[in-house]
Nanobody, 119 residues
Framework: QVQLVESGGGLVQPGGSLRLSCEVS????????VGWFRQAPGKEREGISC????????VYAAPVKGRFTASRDRGSNTTYLQMNNLKTEDTGVYYC????????????WGKGTLVTVSS
């Protein structure tokens, strides 16, 4: 059974950092891409990053480029999203999701983890 479980969310002050984790099971990260999405209150869900060991892709949306970094420990079933210099507009529920390649349709979602950036 394919599962993706996010963790690491919480409350942080503007300018602070958080690292989100996405632990996967039921498949190997060697053959799939993992994207990060977020949904701010009252807004639609948006894609912010994608990481693929399969073809080496690392993609970042403009609002997070230069501040967020996706990674994976070699051989592990966990990917990470390091988020630095957080802004209040980064507040939202963060989801990781599986797809064949970055940009292809998502076929499995995690349940999300809440990130709140506030002073």
């Amino acid at each position: 059974q394919v599962q993706l479980v996010e963790s690491g969310g919480g409350l942080v002050q503007p300018g602070g950092s958080l690292r989100l984790s996405c632990e996967v099971s039921g498949f190997t990260l060697d053959y799939y891409a993992v994207g990060w999405f977020r949904q701010a209150p009252g807004k639609e869900r948006e894609g912010i990053s994608c990481f693929s060991t399969r073809d080496g892709s690392r993609v970042y949306a403009a609002p997070v480029k230069g501040r967020f970094t996706a990674s994976r420990d070699r051989g592990s079933n966990t990917t990470y999203l390091q988020m630095n210099n957080l802004k209040t507009e980064d507040t939202g529920v963060y989801y990781c999701a599986r797809s064949q390649f970055c940009g292809s349709p998502v076929d499995n979602w995690g349940k999300g983890t809440l990130v709140t950036v506030s002073s």
